[in-house]
């Protein structure tokens, strides 16, 4: 079967860990949307390991990992990456990159920067460049990875871009960096990626006609997409399943199953409505057992009770055919746990997730209140192995999104985890 798995928050939900215990059983591991500002957190041979850009699947050397088209690199980022998987023990001679990903250059990073310090608009980016190129995928200026393997082409092409910029960062006072040694680093990298570089688009088309079965690695959340999230605070990328298919250059007809994954509470990092969010002890007790602190920035996460109008709205965007329920066992020492399942807005209830920030700032949450368990789930291994509030707490999920639950996380190691037989 062909798998994707995608956020149904705002990002960290552990997919990190969910695509690491699936990916063992694929033949190709496909990262297609999103960049560097993304983290998912995995834990190899007893160490904790960080990963931005590279899919999961670099930890099956029987497994194709690639990096597809709809994800925008940073190259002297995805250099250092890979040296430190190396340093791991990991050949990534099975590492794929496509020659048509978007770049990440310097004055991306300048602007991302220049916007989020403005008083016009701050969106709580991670400052990595991101959504600028982007911008410049959609405003028809991109350079790509593959400029980067011709030395003329390159330097033809981001001569009249770092013109471009130099004009826009003028009328705020700044200056485009030093755009010879930055070409210059650009270019090396682009000699270490060489070997990775490929037409991802035929590599993956190929996968589906040789009965492969391919592994879709999403990055953040629906609750972050561009169009379907709390705009405008979200990434900028489609972080849903529209994400899959402009991101690889595939069809509808390569996808089998859709995974959602989500918290058994809810996060966010940067700014942005959270209508569940919680400021006081419970979310502290949260945030300490969850080591609620984003992978990429090290900001502390945001954190609040699970929100299922949220997530209801998510599975049906997405077509979620079962839920991966992660880090249940954060809520083992609650004596009572509160879940969102509806919204009051202007004195009226009701379950519609309104997606703009603006309409979901004036909600007021709605709460039910379940029992807790008050018993460590770690070692749990069988869905009859959790105490019986625990398991209403997931039957309750089930019942209300419609959703079937094939998986449920209660630690960071594979084995840490329960899949329930259907």
């Known amino acids: 079967m062909n798998i994707v798995v995608l956020g149904m928050q705002w990002g960290d939900e552990g997919k990190g860990k969910a695509i690491d215990y699936l990916a063992g059983g694929f033949d190709v591991v496909t990262r297609f949307q999103g960049g560097h500002n993304a983290g998912h957190t995995i834990y190899y041979q007893g160490q904790k390991v960080v ?7 670099i930890f099956y050397p029987h497994c194709w990992a690639v990096i597809a088209h709809g994800v925008v690199v940073q190259p002297l980022q ?36 220049l916007f989020e310090d403005s008083r016009y608009r701050r969106i709580g980016t991670t400052r990595r460049g991101i959504g600028p190129a982007y911008e410049d995928v959609v405003g028809r200026r991109a350079l790509f990875v593959g400029d980067l393997l011709r030395e003329g082409v390159f330097r033809s092409k981001i001569a009249p871009l770092a013109d471009y910029y130099q ?24 000699e270490f990626l060489a070997p990775h570089v490929r037409d991802t688009t035929v590599l993956l088309r190929e996968s589906l006609r040789g009965k492969k079965n391919i592994l879709f690695e999403g990055a953040q959340g629906t609750l972050l997409d561009i169009h379907l999230g709390t705009y405008p605070f979200v990434t900028s990328s489609n972080t849903t399943i529209a994400g ?22 809810a996060t966010r990092v940067g700014e942005g409505p959270f209508p569940t969010e919680l400021a006081d002890e419970s979310g502290a ?36 055919d079962s839920l991966f329920i992660t880090k249940l ?35 007021t949450p709605v709460f039910r209140t379940l029992p807790g368990w008050r018993r460590p ?28 639950i094939g998986h449920v996380s209660l630690g960071g190691e594979r084995e840490q985890t329960i899949a329930i037989p259907r």
């Open 244 to 265: 899959v298919f402009s991101g690889t250059g595939l069809s509808h007809k390569a996808i089998d199953s859709v995974i959602g994954i989500s918290k058994a509470y």
């Open 285 to 320: 007790l949260l945030r300490a057992r969850g080591n609620e602190y984003g992978a990429t920035t090290g900001r502390p996460r945001r954190v609040g009770w699970l929100d299922l109008v949220a997530l209801k709205h998510a599975t049906e965007v997405n077509g979620a």
């Open 329 to 363: 066992d954060v809520l083992d020492e609650l004596a009572e746990i509160r879940v969102a399942t509806e919204y009051e807005t202007d004195g009226e209830r009701h379950d519609r997730f309104p997606s703009h920030a603006d309409a979901l700032e004036r909600i």
């Open 51 to 57: 990963m931005h850009v590279l899919p999961s699947g």
């Open 167 to 190: 004009r826009l960062f003028s009328a705020h006072g700044m200056v485009v960096g030093d755009m010879e040694a930055a070409i210059g680093e650009y270019l090396r990298a682009g």
């Open 78 to 113: 995805l250099v250092e990456e890979i040296r430190n998987a190396r340093g791991l023990g990991l050949s990534l001679a099975n590492l794929a990159l496509s020659g048509n990903a978007p770049l990440i250059l310097p004055f991306h990073q300048q602007l991302d920067a």
């Open 377 to 404: 789930l770690g070692d749990c291994r069988r869905l009859a192995d959790l105490p019986a509030p625990a398991r209403a707490y997931l039957d309750f999920i089930e019942e209300y999104t419609a959703v079937a």
